[in-house]
């Protein structure tokens, strides 16, 4: 079968394609042949060496598709199922912990960006029904990021305000599962064009951070000086000290991403302190949630925004596309 590898040091001039092996499910594991793949930063980063992985690493943490073969024991699927894989091949429930992390997919561990794979029944789990394989793949990083982030560590409720930061993967999720549980949403970007596109899917308010830098006080006068009670946070260092300024007393801050820098910038300490705000890291979560993710889903009707495609072959440019930021939610790789 085919697979795309990532060859050191990293970069995307260094992934090329290759003929793999396709090894028949041991015992309690499943073989899946793939349909389709997604993008996420945390790939970017693997693909370019960022994230140090070993030599001839297949990325990718996302994937859909049909099961094809089962291993001895297995009975929660069967042959023509349709699937889709977990961020972590090893984390069943609870929190997602350091020790998980042996089980990232696309990291530690060979990834989606193959035609076949073999995985353990904890690496997968039922697609939402009505999906297309190509919807699937974009919820097992973003989707379930944005759900734990929102729901399972926020605990939303109908009223509360939600800040999301961007138009990527994780910050479109976040928006549709607050305006599903009743939420007020205010939408940052750098691009009028996108903003619209985060109108049309429900945001209530706009800020364009190029208009408005110090963003926060945006967000502050949109709330009559009140801020937002859970902020999306995808940038990192080059963010945070605008979402702590957004928050509302007692409010909650997911840090997820490192889109605007990783370790540098100043911290306003004191605000936190002062507004006793609660910052909480999220990486992803564990198969329970994504079925719980995906139970709510099927009820609420929710689809993915996922209009930007490129073939296995093309999995580079998909990535040039992704550095570029010339998607709106997720880019998919169509694997067949």
């Not at 085919?2 to 040091?9: E, F, L, T």
């Not at 999301?164 to 549980?181: E, I, P, R, T």
């Not at 993710?293 to 999995?315: N, Y």
């Amino acid at each position: 079968m085919k697979a795309i590898r990532v060859r050191k040091p990293g970069g995307l001039d260094n992934l090329y394609l290759d003929e793999i092996a396709s090894p028949p499910p041991a015992q309690g594991e499943v073989t899946v042949r793939l349909h389709a793949s997604s993008l996420n930063y945390h790939d970017y980063l693997v693909a370019i060496g960022v994230l140090p992985t070993e030599d001839g690493r297949i990325p990718l943490s996302d994937g859909a598709g049909e099961v094809i073969a089962l291993g001895d024991g297995v009975t929660e699927f069967a042959v023509g199922d349709k699937v889709v894989g977990t961020f972590f091949a090893d984390c069943p429930a609870g929190k997602a912990l350091m020790r998980h992390h042996g089980g990232m997919m696309g990291d530690r561990r060979d990834g989606y960006a193959r035609q076949e794979i073999t995985l353990p029944v904890t690496g997968l789990t039922p697609m939402p029904a009505g999906y297309h394989f190509a919807e699937a793949a974009t919820l097992p990083c973003a989707g379930v990021t944005a759900w734990r982030a929102l729901v399972i560590n926020g605990g939303i409720k109908p009223g509360d305000s939600v800040l999301v930061q961007g138009s990527g993967g994780v910050s479109v999720f976040a928006l549709q599962f607050a305006k599903a549980a009743g939420c007020r949403v205010i939408a940052t970007s750098s691009s009028d064009e996108k903003l619209e596109r985060l109108k049309a899917l429900g945001a209530d308010e706009l800020i364009n951070y190029r208009s408005h830098p110090k963003w926060s006080k945006e967000v502050q006068r949109l709330t009559d000086g009140k801020g937002v009670d859970h902020v999306v946070e995808v940038g990192g260092a080059g963010t945070f000290g605008q979402s702590i300024y957004a928050s509302a007393e007692g409010g909650h801050i997911a840090m997820i991403g490192v889109l605007a820098g990783r370790n540098e910038g100043a911290v306003p300490t004191d605000v936190i302190m002062g507004r006793q705000l609660r910052v909480q890291g999220v990486i992803v979560g564990s198969r329970q949630d994504q079925l719980d993710m995906i139970r709510a889903i099927d009820q609420l009707g929710i689809r993915p925004v996922a209009d930007t495609h490129f073939p296995l072959e093309a999995l580079a440019d998909a990535f040039r596309c992704q550095e570029r930021g010339g998607h709106f939610g997720k880019i998919v790789i169509d694997i067949d």
